[in-house]
């Protein structure tokens, strides 16, 4: 009887032996390691060629909005949306919106799109920016909204990266998102209209990952809004914020974060908040998760 029993208890032990080796193994040659990388290599990896003519094409939609599309440093079709105030002025100042993974650039101008809510809200805080005579622009990022390519989606980027040790397409995604913003950038300010001296960046979650690479990378940006940024750490380090933030010198910088992101720890955010070296620089963190409350919002109307 004992031996029997023995026999079963190893049979049962076997198959969660099977998996703990499979699992060291995973992590012995599949997985992600943190591999830093020095800070001005990450910045020559952003290096690009302005295009001479963007092709700027716009279609008006409604009062005051326009549908866009143009040619990115790399000739890839990038497509958003810009927005003026009602009230005219001679020189508007500009908000450039930056969505969340998964979201496109509709988010910041509606509180549901194709029946799913808006829960980050971003919508509200492009209807305070146009109250305070904002231009609003977003644009789609790579592998996202209008720019999804069937034969790469978002899903097999995330899985190579998590599951395959694959990053290659995901800081693709990231650096060239970044790019096509200042390909956006550029024109800004080329057009007559608009302030390109007065200059908002603001991004919520991959949006605030975004926004903060860009404001280090780009001397023309005035102020950043970065509403709960994943932490990033060096398995990615191409495309972590917390390896150039050290740049953020200029700019205004105004962090929002949650007590109890899944996506970053409260010590993550101390460490981000710490490295950002401007000394215009505001951390305001919120009770719950990656979600925000809403009265969030009224903290990004104080800092426009």
Known sequence: MSMRLKFSQRMILLPGLAIGCLAALWYAFIALKEEPVARDEIVASYAYRAPADIGMSMQETGEGQFEFSYRSFDGALVNG??????????????????????????????????????????????????????????????????????????????????????????????????????VLMDWIAQQPDLDGGNLTLAGYSMGAQVALLASALDPRVDRVIAMVPPHIDDKTAVVSPKNLAGLIKKPGVLLITADDDEYASREDNLHLYDAIASKDKQHQAFTGGHILPGDYIEAVGGWL
């Open 81 to 182: 949306r810009i927005s003026y105030p009602p009230v005219r002025q001679e020189k508007y100042p500009v908000l450039v919106g930056m969505a969340a993974m998964g979201r496109g650039y509709q988010r910041w101008w509606v509180d549901s799109f194709k029946g799913r809510p808006t829960v980050t809200r971003v919508n509200e805080i492009t209807e305070l920016a146009s109250k305070k005579g904002y231009v609003v622009v977003a644009i789609d990022a790579r592998f996202h909204g209008t720019r999804k390519d069937p034969n790469r989606t978002l899903g097999s980027i995330m899985n190579d990266l998590h599951y395959f040790g694959n990053k290659r397409d995901y800081e693709a995604m990231i650096r060239n998102t970044v790019l096509d913003y200042r």
